[in-house]
């Protein structure tokens, strides 16, 4: 299940399911562009996992969520906590990421 953000509510998303991916975003961030649809392929691929996409300028609160540096993060959240993140333009590393947060 893919789903951007359209207010700053992503505590409620963390807190209502077992296993959330993010990705934070910019809409000037270039390797956020290309990264989305990688995002989203794994997203389908992950159809049992909510896969979100924040907007890191415009959702302050979900951004503290995580320590969000650089653009783009993407954060692992299980049990509704912070349990991995990365900044990452390479479909290896959040296919990676991704693995280690859905698999047992």
Known sequence: ????????????IVDSNDVVLVQYAASWCGNCRIMKPKFKKLASENESVPFVIADAENFP???????????????????????????????????????????N
């Open 1 to 12: 299940m893919l789903k951007e953000l359209e207010k700053d509510n992503l505590a409620e």
């Open 61 to 103: 609160e979900s951004r503290k969520l995580a320590d969000v540096s650089n653009l783009p993060t993407f954060a692992a959240f299980k049990n509704g906590k912070l349990v991995n993140q990365i900044q990452t333009n390479k479909l290896e590393a959040l296919a990676s990421l991704v693995n280690e947060v859905t698999s």
